[in-house]
């Protein structure tokens, strides 16, 4: 009998420009200009994403509006529709659901798949991969990147390695010639400041890591040094996680550069906030703690959380204890790479109290 431990396979799908592509498939007169999904130029409102016209001007998603509009001057820019993002994606993740139950979702655009073992019994994870690209152009009119690996660091390496509308298989055997030659900024979860700190340590490429020792690595970065001695040895055996039931609302993203200011972070909660009660809203739920998530780029994490005396009402309230919260983090003094809020400590299911309900309903501007 063989008991050799079954290879895994992991599918890692990321949309491309998703919120870009969404408006430009429902507007095709913005195909072919530079487009950026954000606030107004001459607010203080950040990008949430940039077609690829707008990014070969150098902007991208974080990046102030005001700044993407110095750097492209005719750039369109369009206020997010979340609800309808909401939307596209749940049609994309029924997708997902047709061929594993083993789906872990990042974002609206990104999510990890197990195929090891899939409804499809289908023993070739490159054709299922061709085949959901396929299923979900079909479904959405949009096109998705996908990388295909035993694990999952590499997979999501690998889905960015040929965007947009990309495939890339990394077999087991290729896995240590496929990293080796990437600069350790590739590597997820390491940002610009980590990045200083390894070119420091003359440690440039994953395989100027390979050579460094568990002990110089946990010397020099802590815990997150046995983060980086497994995965310069392609080591990651973190398994997809699927989505369980919800204990918390939240909005969350990782930029593609540091924000240092406080400004574009604000701006980016009061969009968080903005979009957390619109899902609360609709699931019709009440909820009285804002937990705010921040990781600074040298991929600290700390959370801050506040319980409120009454339900929240509004995105305003959200994003004023949002704010109140920021201050007890060093945002501003050290570069942010994600960000984001949760809501959580819900109304009880059933709850009658209809004088409480009330202001969840009513009509709220603001927000995003």
Same mark, same amino acid.
């Given at each position: 009998?063989?008991?050799?431990?079954?290879?895994?396979?992991?599918?890692?799908?990321?949309?491309?420009?998703?919120? %870009?592509?969404?408006?430009?498939?429902?507007?095709?007169?913005?195909?072919?200009?530079?487009?950026?999904?954000?606030?107004?130029?001459?607010?203080?409102?950040?990008?949430?994403?940039?077609? @690829? /016209?707008?990014? *070969?001007?150098?902007?991208?998603?974080?990046?102030?509006?005001?700044?993407? *509009?110095?750097?492209?001057?005719?750039? &369109?820019?369009?206020?997010?529709?979340? *609800?309808?993002?909401?939307?596209?994606?749940?049609?994309?993740?029924?997708?997902?659901?047709?061929?594993?139950?083993?789906?872990e979702s990042v974002s609206l655009d990104e999510a990890y798949l197990d195929v090891t073992r899939n409804k499809k019994e289908e023993?070739?994870?490159?054709?299922?991969?061709?085949?959901?690209?396929?299923?979900?152009?079909?479904?959405?009119?949009?096109?998705?990147?996908?990388?295909?690996a035993s694990t999952m660091f590499v997979a999501k390496i690998a889905s960015d390695a040929r965007k947009p509308d990309g495939l890339?298989?990394?077999?087991?055997?290729?896995?240590?010639?496929?990293?080796?030659?990437?600069?350790?900024?590739?590597?997820?979860?390491?940002?610009?400041?980590?990045?200083?700190?390894?070119?420091? &340590?003359?440690?440039?490429?994953?395989?100027?890591?390979? +050579?460094?020792?568990?002990?110089?690595?946990?010397?020099?970065?802590?815990?997150?040094?046995? @983060?980086?001695?497994?995965?310069?040895?392609?080591?990651?055996?973190?398994?997809?996680?699927?989505?369980?039931?919800?204990?918390?609302?939240?909005?969350?993203?990782?930029?593609?550069?540091?924000? +240092?200011?406080?400004?574009?972070?604000?701006?980016?909660?009061?969009?968080?906030?903005?979009?957390? !009660?619109? /899902?609360?809203? /609709?699931?019709?739920?009440? %909820?009285?703690?804002?937990? &705010? +998530?921040?990781?600074?780029?040298? !991929?600290?994490?700390?959370?801050?959380?506040?319980?409120?005396?009454?339900?929240?009402?509004?995105?305003?309230?959200?994003?004023?204890?949002?704010?109140? &919260?920021?201050?007890?983090?060093?945002?501003?003094?050290?570069?942010?790479?994600? %960000?984001?809020?949760?809501?959580?400590?819900?109304?009880?299911?059933?709850?009658?109290?209809?004088?409480?309900?009330?202001?969840?309903? *009513?009509?709220?501007?603001?927000?995003?």
């Amino acid at each position: 009998m063989d008991e050799r431990p079954v290879q895994r396979k992991i599918i890692h799908v990321d949309m491309d420009m998703f919120y %870009a592509a969404v408006e430009m498939r429902d507007h095709p007169e913005l195909r072919g200009r530079p487009l950026v999904v954000g606030g107004r130029p001459d607010s203080r409102s950040v990008a949430t994403t940039a077609n @690829y /016209e707008a990014r *070969k001007f150098g902007i991208h998603s974080g990046m102030s509006c005001a700044a993407a *509009k110095r750097l492209c001057p005719r750039c &369109l820019f369009i206020p997010p529709d979340f *609800k309808k993002y909401r939307s596209v994606s749940e049609q994309i993740q029924r997708i997902f659901h047709e061929y594993t139950d083993l789906v872990e979702s990042v974002s609206l655009d990104e999510a990890y798949l197990d195929v090891t073992r899939n409804k499809k019994e289908e023993p070739s994870a490159t054709r299922l991969a061709r085949e959901i690209k396929r299923r979900i152009f079909a479904a959405t009119g949009l096109t998705a990147s996908a990388g295909v690996a035993s694990t999952m660091f590499v997979a999501k390496i690998a889905s960015d390695a040929r965007k947009p509308d990309g495939l890339c298989v990394v077999r087991p055997e290729q896995v240590m010639a496929f990293i080796r030659p990437l600069p350790v900024i590739k590597i997820p979860g390491i940002g610009r400041v980590t990045d200083a700190q390894l070119a420091a &340590l003359k440690i440039r490429t994953v395989v100027d890591l390979e +050579k460094s020792s568990l002990p110089f690595l946990e010397e020099h970065f802590g815990k997150f040094g046995r @983060y980086l001695y497994d995965i310069a040895r392609g080591i990651d055996e973190r398994p997809v996680t699927p989505w369980r039931e919800r204990q918390s609302y939240g909005a969350e993203e990782t930029f593609d550069r540091d924000i +240092k200011e406080k400004g574009p972070l604000l701006e980016f909660l009061r969009e968080c906030a903005g979009r957390v !009660f619109t /899902e609360l809203k /609709e699931e019709g739920k009440l %909820a009285r703690t804002v937990t &705010l +998530k921040i990781k600074y780029a040298d !991929f600290q994490l700390v959370t801050r959380r506040q319980t409120c005396e009454g339900f929240l009402s509004s995105p305003e309230e959200i994003f004023r204890t949002a704010r109140e &919260l920021l201050e007890r983090t060093e945002a501003g003094s050290r570069p942010v790479r994600l %960000a984001g809020i949760s809501l959580a400590n819900f109304d009880p299911p059933g709850r009658k109290n209809e004088d409480a309900q009330v202001p969840l309903f *009513k009509d709220v501007t603001g927000g995003t």
